[in-house]
């Protein structure tokens, strides 16, 4: 069944046609146009030549993105040959550099129910010419920290994707905060980490996969949230700094 409050499901033409989620979280609200090409280790993700997540470039050949972007919400993997990153490009209508996938590595600890270590490491069939990569934070960033996030989400609850690339800032919530905010609903761990604007700005469908960036480093993937933007649930991200050891090890693993 397709939710848009957990999954962040990233195209609703997807969801009913495949039957999956394939995306927890939301696109933009609140943000603005991206007209220049500044954010360079930015990459789309698509599913049979469908646009389905973001992801950020940790390497020349490697991207960072979400679990529950390369599986079904059963947990299930996608096809990798059906899967291909999209670089240097701003705008849906601009192929850029695109590369198919070598490998699509996600942590045994991800549980598709809850989204739980919602990290994957996509290895890419060939390097990226000249590619600028984001530096991965290796330590838990301070509430009330501004971070950048930079998607193609919807720019509102229930609305579309966004074909021009779209960023805003947002405030990290402390981990206590977001646990009382969605106690009784859903579980934030200890590998998660929230921020957003009360009402005002936040992530949302079509943004999963993709890079919150603090301080200079990404501290978290774009995972799920409860609505895009609401007052009273902030947006829910993949810590990096809880799972970095899981990053670390596969860039080892294939170099």
Not at 139 to 144: F, L, N
Not at 176 to 197: F, N, P, V, W
Not at 236 to 249: A, L, P, Q
Request: with cysteine; aromatic share 8%.
């Amino acid at each position: 069944m397709c939710q848009f409050s957990r999954l962040l499901v990233l195209q609703l033409v997807l969801c009913l046609a495949f039957g999956h989620i394939y995306g927890q979280r939301m696109l933009i609200v609140g943000g603005s146009e991206v007209t220049e090409k500044k954010y360079p280790y930015f990459v789309r993700l698509h599913f049979h030549g469908e646009f389905i997540c973001g992801g950020a470039l940790v390497r020349n050949n490697a991207v960072l993105t979400a679990a529950h972007c390369v599986e079904d919400s059963n947990g299930k993997d996608l096809n990798v040959k059906a899967l291909s990153v999209h670089a240097d490009t701003i705008n849906l209508g601009d192929t850029g550099v695109e590369r198919e996938i070598k490998y699509a590595m996600v942590p045994k600890e991800y549980d598709a129910e809850t989204l739980n270590y919602d990290v994957a490491v996509l290895i890419l069939s060939s390097t990226i010419p000249n590619a600028s990569v984001i530096p991965l934070g290796k330590s838990v960033v301070a509430a009330g920290t501004n971070c950048l996030v930079i998607g193609h989400g919807h720019t509102e609850e229930g609305g579309v994707v966004s074909k021009q690339l779209q960023e805003i800032h947002v405030p990290v919530v402390s981990r206590e905060d977001c646990q009382r905010k969605y106690r009784g609903k859903d579980l934030i761990t200890q590998y998660m980490m929230c921020a957003s604007e009360p009402g005002k700005k936040d992530s949302c469908t079509g943004d999963s996969g993709g890079p919150m960036i603090c301080n200079g480093k990404q501290a978290g993937i774009v995972s799920w949230g409860e609505g895009c933007g609401r007052f009273e649930y902030p947006g829910v991200y993949t810590d990096i700094s809880k799972v970095y050891g899981f990053i670390e090890n596969t860039l080892k693993m294939y170099p």
